[in-house]
């Protein structure tokens, strides 16, 4: 039935009235580890005899991110091992591409080098191609680890350190992929605001119309390995990259709270403030192996604007087919802690068909 005239005016009065949406207003599902693939069956062998519970942590993979985008994940965890030369982790793989140099994406080089994109350009092209085929997309926040671990001591491969140079190259080869036109930055963010966080306090947030089609990206590490990407700068001016800080930080937009049990009311808070969340629905395979959605009914009730888990898709393996959605197997909903008539009224994204 059609909306009658006197309605219509009076939605169209409102939408007119009421603020835009904006793209910490939404929450949606995402991954962890994304790029990561099941480890061959002699390997996880190997990592089971020496410590049951290291196999059952690292014993889960992805389809491809193409996949996982067609289902509806809008963020994705990247991790970057740098290797300005190439070959520093070809050692024991026929793979040419590791021979290239470049960003390499691993999870544990050595140990957990199944991926399905292993060169960072690569992993970049697949989601650009995907964006600019859906350009209707809420923005992709892309999550990276700056992997820095020393493996050697356990038959993998040392990484090489994350100095500025690093951070400097890392930004560089994100940028050799996407254009201006397809990234959120802190710049965009912060705008005319002395701090970033002053930005994000006062609500510059990009509008979720905006932001449609882009990519934002987040470096979830620790308060020393971020200070070096920070650099003396006073927020992150001229970097591709939101950091996970202290809320009291002037470049605080983002942060990292993984677990929803524990930390529930201090991610309803940061979410009511303006900051952007994200946390964990599952960990080292336990949720899923037990059916156990107390951990994820947490995170999807906190308010968290990513919520990533290792089972879009259930593993065959665990009863009870363990999965994390939206509600409604929505791609993208109205964020419950930040609930609007604006964004109640708005067409988010299209429902998975």
């Known amino acids: 039935m059609a909306m009658p005239f006197l309605a219509m005016l009076a939605a169209a009065a409102t939408s007119a009235s009421s603020p835009p949406v904006r793209i910490n207003d939404i929450a949606v599902i995402g991954t962890h580890n994304s790029y990561k693939l ?66 390499k994406v691993l999870h544990i080089p050595g140990i957990d080098n199944s991926s399905s994109c292993v060169l960072l350009v690569d992993c970049l092209r697949l989601i650009r191609g995907w964006s600019d085929a859906h350009p209707a997309h809420i923005p992709i926040m892309l999550m990276f680890n700056a992997k820095d671990e020393q493996n050697a001591a356990r038959g993998g491969i040392d990484a090489l350190p994350f100095t500025e140079a690093a951070y400097d190259a890392l930004d560089a080869e994100i940028r050799s992929v996407l254009s201006p036109d397809k990234l959120i930055t802190p710049d965009d963010v912060q705008g005319r605001y002395p701090t970033l966080r002053d930005a994000v306090l006062a609500g510059n947030w990009p509008t979720l119309d905006t932001a449609r089609g882009r990519i934002l990206f987040a470096l979830d590490e620790p308060p020393a390995k971020v200070a070096v990407y920070r650099g003396a700068r006073r927020s992150l001016e001229g ?35 303006g900051f952007l969340v994200r946390t964990r629905a599952d960990a080292d395979t336990r949720e899923a192996r037990a059916d156990d959605t107390t951990r994820r009914d947490a995170a999807l009730a906190s308010g968290a604007h990513y919520v990533s888990t290792d089972y879009l898709w259930a593993d065959p393996r665990f009863p009870g087919n363990y999965t994390v959605h939206l509600p409604g197997n929505a791609v993208v909903r109205c964020n419950p802690v930040r609930a609007t008539a604006s964004c109640a009224a708005a067409t988010l994204e299209a429902p998975i068909k």
């Open 239 to 273: 970097r591709v990259f939101f950091i996970n800080t202290d809320e009291a930080s002037p470049a605080a937009a983002y942060l990292t709270i993984n677990d929803p049990v524990a930390e529930g009311a201090r991610i309803r808070r940061d979410v009511a403030l």
């Open 38 to 103: 099941p480890m061959p069956a002699a390997t996880m062998a190997r990592i089971r005899a020496a410590s049951p519970a290291m196999a059952d942590a690292l014993d889960y993979g992805h389809r491809s991110l193409v996949a996982q985008l067609d289902a509806g994940a809008r963020q994705l965890e990247i991790d970057a091992n740098y290797d300005p030369d190439g070959g520093r982790y070809a050692r024991g793989s026929n793979d040419p591409k590791l021979e290239r140099p470049g960003f």
